[in-house]
């Protein structure tokens, strides 16, 4: 009798690889180097988080919290959305609180995605988001944002917009350029989404992390957006708790009951006491937000003066906390070679580029640094980089 072999591996999985980042992360443990690839901040988050999370333990919120997220946590959430981006929701109806902003986009997706649907996604991207289509059964349909201000081409994106459009995806302040959108150009991805009945969904995990005067606009305030954008943010990077793994979701109640269904059967819900924790970050006052950009401004400038020292051209990020910088006067063929070179040799882990776009070779004369670290960190990464002026010949 002739054995049935089936392939193991389903069509989806095989349509991506593992995260390239949090690769980077596990190689500079391996050799040793100083650690600028993965966005997590190497300094502690607010002691008032701290003293939160501390207390809601020994208060015994330990079992599971409402599926949707924490009551008080998201009646805090509402409050701040308030105050920041002048919405008025109800959080009973319209928020989801998730295992951070990760789950949130991949629930996002499954609940609105039917295979066949086209998902818009900017390039370069977050690596999530490709994967996260597909794994929801829709078609990525890339659009270029061009150097060095990483501006979308108005035509091209009208193009893509079709009857087969369900969403498209919205990063801003944009990881990994640090490019934060111009209202400008969200009124143009207005338009369409309306034209269209398209919906956006918006990662906005790097809200308050801006620079030179530049302003984030929420999609969501938008006229006519509100009941089509779907708002995805969390506690991580503006609270420096990337391992505290909390997120949310805010939207119109009609998609926010088919998101939670989603976020469900996913992971049930968030930690129970990092969300009542979560409570004291979003209490936080105006003037927390406004000294976290300063503090980022400072790093941002500390690693632009080190990359200069050590002759690596760059992008001037506006917002985030990366800088995506230019390879190709270093003569590798590949970016990949160039990372493994910087991590073995020099000691400096970063990202290299083409994690960030759905053809590889696009992304081959660009790497990424994250400067979301101490002070000492970044000093020492600069006392290695600058070993590449003699390495290298320029």
């Known amino acids: 009798m002739r054995e049935i072999q089936r392939q193991k591996i389903s069509a989806k999985a095989q349509q991506f690889t593992e995260s390239v980042i949090r690769e980077m992360t596990r190689l500079a443990v391996q050799y040793g180097a100083v650690n600028l690839a993965q966005g997590f901040p190497d300094f502690s988050c607010p002691l008032e988080l701290k003293q939160a999370a501390y207390q809601a333990i020994e208060a015994d919120v330990n079992q599971y919290a409402i599926t949707w997220g924490d009551k008080a946590f998201r009646e805090a959430i509402a409050s701040k959305v308030r105050w920041y981006l002048g919405l008025e929701i109800n959080p009973e109806t319209q928020i989801t609180v998730t295992c ?74 944009h990881n990994p350029t640090g490019k934060v959108f111009t209202r400008e150009e969200l009124t143009i991805i207005a338009e369409l989404c309306q034209k269209w009945d398209v919906l956006a969904f918006t990662d906005e995990i790097y809200e308050h992390i801006l620079y030179d005067g530049n302003q984030h606009i929420a999609l969501a305030t938008l006229p006519g957006m509100e009941e089509r954008t779907i708002t995805i943010n969390g506690l991580s990077k503006t609270y420096s708790v990337t391992g505290w793994r909390v997120g ?147």
Not at 154 to 164: G, I, M, P, S
Not at 329 to 342: A, H, Q, S
């Open 100 to 173: 951070g902003s990760t789950e949130a986009m991949a629930a996002v997706m499954l609940a609105t995605i039917d295979p066949g649907d086209e998902v818009i996604v900017f390039e370069p991207y977050y690596e999530n988001y490709g994967p996260d289509a597909i794994l929801a059964g829709a078609t990525p349909r890339y659009i270029t944002l061009h150097p060095p201000d990483w501006r979308f081409d108005e035509t091209q994106l009208r193009q893509a917009f079709n009857n087969k459009t369900k969403a498209i995806i919205i990063n801003t302040p």
């Open 248 to 394: 949310y979701i805010v939207t119109t109640p009609a998609l926010t009951g088919a998101i939670r269904k989603v976020h469900d059967f996913l992971t049930v819900g968030a930690p129970a006491p990092l969300q009542r924790a979560g409570v004291a970050a979003m209490q936080l006052p105006p003037s927390y937000y406004e000294e976290l950009a300063k503090l980022y401004h400072q790093k941002r400038d500390n690693l632009l003066s080190i990359l200069d020292q050590a002759g690596i051209p760059y992008f001037v990020p506006q917002g985030a906390y990366y800088i995506f910088a230019e390879i190709a006067k270093f003569g590798y063929k590949t970016d990949i070679e160039f990372t493994n070179y910087l991590i073995k040799e020099i000691g400096v882990a970063v990202v290299p580029g083409s994690s960030f776009f759905s053809q590889p070779e696009k992304g081959n004369s660009f790497i990424r640094f994250c400067f979301s670290k101490k002070t000492d960190t970044l000093q020492s990464a600069g006392e290695r980089l600058v070993k590449l002026t003699a390495k290298i010949n320029l």
